[in-house]
Nanobody, 127 residues
Framework: VQLQASGGGLVQAGGSLRLSCAAS????????MGWFRQPPGKEREFVSR????????DYADSVKGRFTISRDSAKNTVYLQMNSLKPEDTAIYYC?????????????????????WGQGTQVTVSS
């Protein structure tokens, strides 16, 4: 599986961006697609994830109510709609695939559990 993330950029606080993650290769219904981010000087952190087949969703508290994850099975693409952006959302955003199914919310938030990663896309929010 190869992942190609896109859609990052520079935006003012309060603005919106939509990130895309196009997957090549076979994505199974049991796979989990996740978005993570790495702010400058900090560790990679969980943002959101969706189960490819069932649509089970999860969000980090810091983005809940502002970000929306979705998928388009026909295009093998996952999206992250980001609204009401804040300067603290500034980070490199990565998409990832976890091939081993788990219904554990905590497990699916752990980046170590993910097998394939995209190259990252920079999101910068100015104040």
């Amino acid at each position: 599986v190869q992942l190609q993330a896109s859609g990052g950029g520079l935006v003012q606080a309060g603005g919106s961006l939509r990130l895309s993650c196009a997957a090549s290769g076979s994505i199974l219904s049991s796979n989990v697609m996740g978005w993570f981010r790495q702010p400058p000087g900090k560790e990679r952190e969980f943002v959101s994830r969706i189960t490819w087949g069932g649509g089970s969703l999860d969000y980090a508290d810091s983005v809940k109510g502002r970000f929306t994850i979705s998928r388009d099975s026909a295009k093998n693409t996952v999206y992250l709609q980001m609204n009401s952006l804040k300067p603290e959302d500034t980070a490199i955003y990565y998409c990832a695939v976890r091939t081993a199914y788990s219904n554990s919310y905590s497990s699916n938030r752990d980046p170590v559990r993910y097998d394939y990663w995209g190259q990252g896309t920079q999101v910068t929010v100015s104040s």
